[in-house]
């Protein structure tokens, strides 16, 4: 299932709204064949295992196949795997995670064991289940799967007084960053941060896939020459925004850039419930907030986070007028605090990973 897992992580960026899923055939303790869902359309893990074997001129009747998810057992772009385990002749599937997909969710399993295929479930469960969290989410709530993403200094800082943040963390940090902009469907920033960075929010991995670039902009104050707009047709781009001025938007979506007019909120500023329904309502099934401290709080405040990355750097810029990562009015009392469950902590060079998910439940007394 390990190495099921590792292949599994060749689709990242390129299977959304699909789960990520790898499949490894045994047969007497030997692997004989490995697949993976490489794009989405494309072949399953289950058929490209099978498929595989078959190139290899390797018969897998009474084999083991393992497998990272549940097999489905419907039509979609490719015709049930299911199906195709049934008349591989494959005697036992070992499985990682069950599919909350309505039409799976263990309907998979007992169609082959119906079938006479000896079914083992939930090995490596918390593996595979972390390997999709965002498949997980998204089938079930048709919203993304919304991270959101900061680094700052131990004193709690995003940027030195004078507005520098390159670079807080050091490249090992920089490079998780750029996976996790691979793996997301889309990449989302405040106007304030393109303002002050002026960034590109691409992934600088080597064949790596750029998400989908948005700028929540109110007003509509994103600069017509900044990195964003000029590179919109090659990355799409859309600037979530307010303003109903046709003629203000018309050089945004002449240079490329698709101009979405969301209802603002109670805070003048772009809804972001109505936001990430629309987006959801698109087969956008991930976003990752990184920038900046109004909007990270406005997205806590619209309770659309669902896990938080705080990369923390073995450094001190003080300063009474720096910048920290969440802003807002913040909460009046320390009860009131937004609570993160299920931390982990991990070293990553130099730097820290503190990583939780958001409990709006609990948040208050």
């Known amino acids: 299932m390990s190495v099921a897992l590792r292949h599994a992580k060749l689709g990242a960026g390129k299977v959304n709204p699909n789960p990520m899923v790898g499949a490894v055939i045994v047969r007497d303790g030997r692997i004989i064949a490995t697949g993976h869902h490489d794009h989405f359309g494309g072949w399953h893990a289950e058929r490209a295992a099978l498929e595989a074997a ?4 390797v018969l897998v009747q009474g084999a083991t196949m393992y497998v990272t998810l549940e097999p489905c057992c419907h039509q979609g772009k490719q015709p049930p795997c299911t199906q195709a385990l049934i008349d591989s002749g494959i005697s036992r599937v070992v499985v990682g995670s069950s599919d909350p997909n309505p039409l799976v969710a263990g309907k998979g399993i007992r169609q082959l064991e119906q079938a006479g295929i000896t079914v083992d479930q939930g090995v490596l469960r918390d593996e595979c289940d972390a390997l ?4 997980m989410h998204y089938i079930v709530r048709h919203t993304p799967f919304v991270l959101l993403k900061y680094a700052m200094t131990m004193d709690g800082r995003i940027a030195t007084a004078a507005g520098r943040s390159r670079w807080i963390t050091g490249e090992a940090s920089r490079r ?5 902009r691979n793996r997301f469907a889309a990449i989302m920033v405040g106007v304030g941060t393109v303002l002050a960075d002026d960034p590109m929010l691409t992934c600088r991995i ?12 109110g007003t509509l104050r994103t600069p017509l020459d900044s990195a964003l707009v ?3 047709r090659e990355t799409p781009t859309i600037i979530a925004t307010c303003s109903h001025d046709e003629e203000q938007a018309k050089p945004y979506r002449d240079a490329g850039c698709e101009v979405l007019t ?3 909120d ?16 698109r087969g956008i099934d991930s976003v990752m907030i990184e920038g900046g401290a109004t909007l990270a709080w406005s997205a806590l405040h619209a309770r659309i986070v669902n896990k938080i990355d705080a990369y923390i750097a ?4 003080g300063g009474a007028t720096a910048p920290s990562p969440i802003g807002g009015p913040g909460v009046e009392d320390p009860a009131d605090g937004y609570r993160i469950v299920d931390l982990t902590v991990q070293t990553i060079g130099d730097d820290v990973l503190l990583e939780g998910g958001v409990d709006y439940v609990h948040r208050n007394r």
Not at 54 to 57: C, D, I, T, V
Not at 266 to 281: A, F, K, P, R, S
């Open 314 to 317: 073995p450094k001190l810029f």
């Open 230 to 232: 000029r590179s919109a």
């Open 132 to 135: 999709n969290e965002i498949f």
């Open 206 to 217: 080597e064949n790596g896939h750029d998400p989908l670039r948005i700028v929540c902009d």
């Open 262 to 264: 969301i209802d603002a």
């Open 54 to 57: 078959k190139a290899q001129g």
């Open 176 to 180: 998780r960053v750029h996976e996790d």
């Open 266 to 281: 109670d805070t003048g500023h772009v809804n972001l419930q109505t936001l990430i329904h629309t987006l959801g309502e």
